[in-house]
């Protein structure tokens, strides 16, 4: 499940960041460069959510 939480939260994020954060790209890569740190508080702080078809 985390894996399937993770490869759709990943592309979701870069589209946002695409449109929304352009100007910030420091930030940006910033977050890139800190992945893994961050992507363990994500697991550690929210639940992927369920969605019934």
Not at 6 to 32: A, E, G, H, N, T
Request: with cysteine; proline share 4%; glycine share 0%.
């Amino acid at each position: 499940m985390r894996a399937f939480y993770l490869d759709f939260y990943l592309p979701f994020s870069s589209q946002l960041c695409q449109k929304f954060c352009q100007k910030r790209i420091s930030s940006v890569m910033f977050f890139l460069e800190h992945r893994h740190h961050n992507l363990s508080l994500l697991s550690q702080n929210y639940k992927p959510i369920r969605v019934n078809d």
